[in-house]
């Protein structure tokens, strides 16, 4: 598969929202980084394809899911590496609160694999919707 595909294909298991479904799009070993708060218990490292189900249930438990709006912008593609342009849109589940932000995500991909996953979004945009 090419890392188009691969990126392409992430998204539309991700889209289903079967996490361990989406942890399979990932090498065993990875370099994910969400860079975060404490205050958001999915933002931070993982390091192996169980971490990405784990992650997504967490986040899963801390949003209100149905309410999810993504939007993808662009997916530029450069050999091994991807990088998508695009929007996330979701509500915090403890507070109701609403938020909206530009995000962009980079991956690089091996053997058919994503070994790599950066998401870049406004996590202090996001803390201020869970502030109690």
Do not use: C
Request: glycine letters at 6%; proline letters at 5%.
């Amino acid at each position: 598969m090419t890392t188009r595909e691969v990126v392409e294909k992430f998204l539309g298991l991700l889209a289903a929202g079967d996490p361990d479904a989406v942890a399979e799009a990932f090498a065993k070993e990875i370099d994910w980084y969400v860079p975060g708060s404490p205050r958001l218990p999915w933002t931070g490292r993982r390091t192996t394809r169980a971490e990405v189900a784990d992650y997504l249930r967490t986040l899963g438990e801390n949003i209100v899911p149905e309410e999810n709006v993504d939007s993808v912008e662009a997916l530029v593609v450069e050999g091994d590496h991807a990088v998508l342009l695009g929007e996330f849109s979701r509500v915090a589940r403890s507070t109701g609160r609403s938020y909206q932000m530009p995000i962009a995500m980079h991956f690089q991909v091996a053997d058919g694999k994503i070994v790599k996953l950066y998401l870049y979004e406004d996590t202090f945009k996001v803390a201020q919707a869970y502030a109690q």
